[in-house]
């Protein structure tokens, strides 16, 4: 998949937004790819799913992985393509982990997938799980790559849209100092615009 597609498909379905947003890492950015308004869409999913699972056949997966709740269904997608297993960490009192049932066997070769990479922080600690269960990561892949190909994972890592998209900290985020509304994606209605903080 051409990047210039994927940039679009974010625009069409409104999935590109542009604000203040907070991201999970904690990093703040005036950019926000929110990949479940493309991945709402089961044609959309199957095209990236697709176009992923190619990039990482390669590696001769046997099964494909992804951090609940945002690369549930991109991983789910890609495992379908590649024809193998797909399962998901999730987070329990605040730890990654794998539950319900899933298990690896000794040596298993598994992709990680994920929608959107900014520090890599949620990838690394479903890698760790992964491999504390007794697989053997061949192969990391995301829709969007935030860093721009700084992530280094120590395996390879394929994205179908690679850009640097500028983060700041909070105490030096341009849009705080400016009074701009914070927000959270995918929080609750309720909870989805935090107060701005002022330098």
């Known amino acids: 998949m051409r990047e210039e597609a994927l940039l679009k498909a974010f625009q069409e379905t409104g999935a590109l937004r542009r604000g203040h947003f907070e991201l999970s890492s904690g990093l703040h950015s005036g950019v926000y790819f929110q990949s479940a308004l493309v991945l709402q869409f089961p044609d ?3 095209v990236l799913g697709r176009a992923l699972a190619k990039d990482l056949a390669g590696h001769r997966p046997e099964v494909a992985s992804g951090p609940a709740l945002g690369a549930l269904i991109i991983a789910w997608e890609v495992a379908r393509f590649l024809g193998v297993r797909g399962i998901f960490t999730e987070r329990s009192d ?14 298993e070769r598994v992709v990680v997938v994920e929608d959107v990479v900014t520090t890599g922080k949620s990838t690394r600690e479903t890698m760790e799980v992964l491999r504390a269960a007794g697989g053997e990561i061949v192969g990391v892949g995301a829709i969007v790559d935030r860093s721009g190909g700084r992530v280094d994972f120590g395996v390879p890592f394929h994205a179908l849209l690679s850009l640097p998209v500028e983060t700041s900290r909070p105490e030096s985020c341009p849009e705080c100092k400016a009074g701009v509304p914070l927000m959270k994606p995918g929080s609750r209605p309720g909870e989805a615009i935090l107060r701005a903080k002022r330098g």
């Open 94 to 107: 605040g730890e990654m982990c794998l539950r319900r049932g899933f298990q690896l066997k000794p040596g």
């Open 44 to 46: 959309r999913a199957e």
